[in-house]
């Protein structure tokens, strides 16, 4: 599958797990992404997001949002939209 480079990683919190990513593109609800880096490599589906803890549908290039992820992320991590 074709992926191409949304953003990366530029936080992580482990309670709740959260990604804090910084957008270069747009990302969507429902939109599926893969997590790369050194030692990470997740794919997901974006349930949710938030900006400033505040449910958002969509997010734009330089949006810095929040996505639930299911394990450990690092900054750093290259965030990829995964299109069919």
Known sequence: M???VIGKVTDFFAR?????????AILK???KI????????????ADS???NNAD???????????IKVS????RGDMVYKVTD
């Open 16 to 24: 709740p797990i959260v990604a804090g990513i910084e957008l270069t």
């Open 49 to 51: 997001m938030q900006i």
């Open 2 to 4: 074709p992926e191409v």
């Open 34 to 45: 893969h997590i790369k880096g050194h030692t990470t490599d997740m794919e997901l589906t």
């Open 56 to 66: 958002v549908q969509q997010a734009k290039a330089g949006d810095s949002i929040g």
């Open 29 to 31: 609800v429902g939109d």
């Open 71 to 74: 394990e450990r992320v690092r």
